[in-house]
């Protein structure tokens, strides 16, 4: 048998949120008559539209984001590395004069 990566939690809560707030949104935007049990053709139509929709700009989303990550990090560890060296330089000229005094 396949052994299938579970995710961690917080992955499983973000995807379970944005997909109770898509469910949501489209449920609003497309049934508008709550009589009958079944959809309406137009409503399902208007469903799949709404959902398809939403996926579509969740993926084209996270590819920005995952193409932007890279550089976010190393501007992080650039800002990281620089407030370090920072606070290094005035550890060290702060050393002597507490010395001398």
Known sequence: SEHVPVPPLFQLRDFLLVYNRMTELCFRHCVS????????????TCLDSCAGKLVHSNHRLMSAYVALMPSIMQRRVSDYEASAAQ????????GPAAVTA
Do not use: D, F, H, K
Request: hydrophobic share 30%.
């Open 33 to 44: 008559n709550l009589n009958y049990r079944l959809l309406t053709g137009r409503e399902e």
């Open 87 to 94: 606070a290094s330089q005035s550890a060290a000229q702060e």
